[in-house]
């Protein structure tokens, strides 16, 4: 296969006929799709079903783990917000820079899935409230009295909301502001870049909130090594690819970054160990 030229060959071509390009590698008039199966299609569908599932498979330990433990202490639900930023605004620079369609379907599959788990953690936060007549004490340590809700508009309660909705709200509203001004500046070159880069370093920051709130509590408890273990192959993949592909340089430089972060946060795991340190509401006796 002569790869890349139907790229030259627009006209007269029908949505069929990209798609068997795309998916099996045949030309316009090629009709026997297995002569299109060769070792870069195959490494293609590879590749892409990898981007699209691995950017998710770090989180389904921690899933698991906070699902069967009921203790969602020990994972920062900051990790969510900076992946739902950081893809809603991806996802919206692909409408001024259209890159590969698995980076797009990564983006809406990780916004679903963080979705999920912060779902989890606050029905799971929710359910450890200790009763004492009529008013509700929380385990977190706010001392509130009351549920918290977006519509509070308490700031020091931001992204600490004891109900699911005002997260999806809050997202809602994040993504319509987000939309109508890329809407507006669509055709301005720099704020399409800029865009792209305010996503691209978000991501890199990703691990930043979880090595905070390792480092804040002294303790590593709750949450799944076996989920930062695989942040690391990941960013360490993503990254030795950006370089064997010439990438610019910025991904290279946020990829070492995710790097660095990771294992900032493995080694946090060995100098705290097995350590409770000073996370509430957690039983010790386990």
């Given at each position: 296969m002569n790869e890349g030229s139907l790229l030259f060959q627009p006209s007269n071509l029908g949505l069929f006929d990209i798609l068997k390009y795309f998916i099996f590698g045949m030309e316009p008039g090629q009709e026997n799709w297995m002569e299109g199966i060769t070792v870069y299609v195959v490494l293609s569908w590879i590749s892409s079903s990898a981007m699209v599932i691995g950017g998710v498979l770090p989180y389904v330990p921690q899933y698991i783990e906070i699902k069967k433990t009921g203790n969602a202490d020990g994972f920062s639900l900051y990790v969510c917000l900076s992946l739902l930023i950081a893809?809603?605004?991806?996802?919206?620079?692909?409408?001024?820079?259209?890159?590969?369609?698995?980076?797009?379907?990564?983006?809406?599959?990780?916004?679903?899935?963080?979705?999920?788990?912060?779902?989890?953690?606050?029905?799971?936060?929710?359910?450890?409230?200790?009763?004492?007549?009529?008013?509700?004490?929380?385990?977190?340590?706010?001392?509130?009295s009351a549920s918290l809700t977006l519509r509070d508009f308490e700031r020091k309660y931001f992204w600490k909301w004891t109900d699911f909705r005002s997260y999806v709200e809050f997202i809602a509203a994040f993504t319509l502001t987000a939309s109508l001004l890329t809407y507006i500046f669509l055709d301005n070159t720099y704020y399409v870049e800029i865009l792209g880069f305010t996503s691209l370093l978000i991501e890199a920051m990703l691990?930043?909130?979880?090595?905070?709130?390792?480092?804040?509590?002294?303790?590593?408890?709750?949450?799944?090594?076996?989920?930062?273990f695989l942040w690391l192959l990941g960013d360490s993949f993503k990254t030795f690819y950006f370089i064997l592909r010439n990438s610019p340089l910025?991904?290279?430089?946020?990829?070492?970054?995710?790097?660095?972060?990771?294992?900032?946060?493995?080694?946090?795991?060995?100098?705290?160990?097995?350590?409770?340190?000073?996370?509430?509401?957690?039983?010790?006796?386990?």
């Open positions: 893809n809603i605004l991806r996802i919206l620079f692909w409408f001024g820079n259209q890159y590969e369609t698995p980076l797009l379907v990564q983006s809406i599959v990780m916004n679903l899935s963080m979705l999920a788990i912060v779902q989890l953690c606050v029905q799971v936060k929710n359910s450890k409230q200790i009763i004492r007549g009529k008013d509700k004490l929380f385990l977190d340590g706010s001392g509130s691990g930043t909130p979880q090595f905070y709130d390792n480092y804040l509590y002294k303790s590593t408890y709750g949450m799944s090594k076996t989920m930062v910025q991904f290279s430089v946020c990829g070492s970054l995710q790097i660095a972060v990771d294992l900032a946060i493995l080694s946090q795991t060995v100098w705290y160990g097995s350590s409770h340190g000073k996370r509430k509401g957690v039983n010790v006796s386990k």
